[in-house]
């Protein structure tokens, strides 16, 4: 993993390495607030711009930022019954949107929790909630293990569906339900079945293994995806180059260090995107008391990261999303108030790297787990309803360029 170094030389003169010390101080605090680039200047905080931007951003009024018009739909809702719906995912494909989720009992993740999906013609009617999976091995309602966070029962979450050489996967994990994750940790796949109208099991995709989202194109034309380990809190956090050869073809690449790293990130859910120049930039929810969102570049479509920095856009620890526009614009859609998972907000960028505008898009309660796709002018964002329903609020990007951020700080 690429990191800067700081190159110590021994000077003759006291006076000498003091001017040296103090110019170095000087280079990093530029470099702190002059603009990112994955080459010249990987280490810059600065990822919100304009003259709306408070001093400290952790202080901006979320209330006040301009509101998206949307539609809104739910696609499905268990708070009747005190169930789990989140991770949402949603795709089109083949004339039909397609929504993704984990629905399990009581509480996330729990023994017993399945992946269901729903599909709409239009993206606001949607039909009835479907199993995608079924229930993971030994671990359905007649279970004694059902509803405990115990090792001796299993659990599927949603992990993103992808498009491979025309076919259409969903991609889950499989784990014990004990923890956060379990030693037999697997990626797998599902293959919808078009002439049966079902999901078939497709087999492993990467033992070990629970990405964030699907596989993206590089500019290799690999695909790619993170990847977290059932041990990841001391291992860290990798990146998965690959999946052209063969659906369970990957190369695994460190990205962040785990516990006794060199940087205070507690990393999470990271998320990665193509920059106009070719470079990769990666961003990462942190779940230590930073409540930022963290950085990193690759010059060598993931090979290599540079170190994750803190930036200065806030958030409340909580899963992000992000997206290059057909305009060729970037679009972030997160948790950024720091102080709880309300609102979640649309931010726009050029440059994939600093964002100038942050609009409220829904919020007055708890709302979190969003993923987002672009059709038909439209950006469909799905997220999670108090972790008990799966929502979509559809924003016509047109109407993003009519809003205008609050003049003066």
């Known amino acids: 993993m690429k990191s800067p170094r700081f190159l110590g030389f021994a000077l003759c003169s006291a006076f000498v390495a003091a001017g040296f010390v103090s110019s170095a101080h000087a280079a990093n605090a530029n470099a702190n607030v002059a603009p990112p680039h994955p080459a010249k200047n990987p280490g810059s905080r600065v990822m919100l711009t304009g003259a709306w931007v408070p001093a400290d951003p952790a202080t901006i009024d979320f209330e006040r930022l301009p509101r998206v018009p949307v539609e809104h739909v739910v696609i499905c809702d268990v708070s009747a019954k005190k169930g789990v719906n989140q991770h949402n995912y949603l795709i089109h494909h083949d004339g039909r949107f397609w929504a993704m989720w984990s629905d399990g009992p009581r509480v996330e993740d729990m023994v017993g929790q399945v992946v269901k999906y729903s599909t709409s013609v239009d993206g606001l009617k949607w039909d009835e909630?479907?199993?995608?999976?079924?229930y993971p091995p030994g671990s359905g309602p007649d279970s004694p293990h059902y509803n405990t966070r115990k090792k001796e029962g299993l659990r599927y979450i949603s992990r993103g569906l992808w498009v491979r050489e025309g076919q259409l996967l969903a991609l889950v994990s499989l784990d014990e339900a004990a923890g956060f994750f379990g030693e037999s940790l697997e990626l797998r796949a599902f293959r919808w079945n078009s002439g049966e109208e079902k999901w078939v099991d497709g087999g492993i995709v990467q033992k070990n293994a629970i990405n964030n989202f699907p596989p993206q194109r590089l500019p290799t034309g690999e695909w790619a995806m993170t990847r977290r380990k059932h041990d990841y809190k001391e291992t860290g956090v990798e990146f998965l180059i690959g999946g052209v050869k063969a659906l369970d073809n990957w190369t695994s690449v460190p990205v962040?260090?785990?516990?006794?790293?060199?940087?205070a990130l507690k990393a999470e859910e990271p998320i990665w995107w193509t920059l106009p120049d070719g470079n990769l930039m990666a961003l990462f929810r942190d779940n230590g008391g930073s409540k930022s969102l963290f950085r990193a570049f690759s010059t060598d479509s993931g090979r290599s990261w540079s170190t994750p920095?803190?930036?200065?856009?806030?958030?409340?620890?909580?899963?992000?999303?992000?997206?290059?526009?057909s305009d060729g614009?970037?679009?972030l859609v997160s948790n950024s108030n720091p102080k709880k998972r309300d609102p979640l907000t649309l931010a726009l960028s050029r440059d994939g790297m600093t964002f100038d505008r942050l609009f409220y898009v829904v919020g007055g309660r708890h709302v979190d787990y969003p993923h987002m796709i672009e059709h038909?002018?439209?950006?469909?964002?799905?997220h999670s309803g108090a972790k008990m329903s799966v929502e979509i609020e559809r924003v016509r990007i047109a109407d993003l360029d009519r809003l205008s951020m609050p003049a003066g700080r």
């Open 129 to 134: 909630p479907k199993l995608l999976t079924g």
């Open 329 to 331: 614009r970037y679009a």
């Open 376 to 382: 038909g002018g439209y950006l469909y964002i799905a």
């Open 256 to 263: 962040v260090r785990g516990a006794g790293g060199d940087i």
């Open 309 to 325: 920095v803190q930036t200065d856009f806030p958030d409340a620890r909580s899963k992000l999303h992000g997206l290059r526009l």
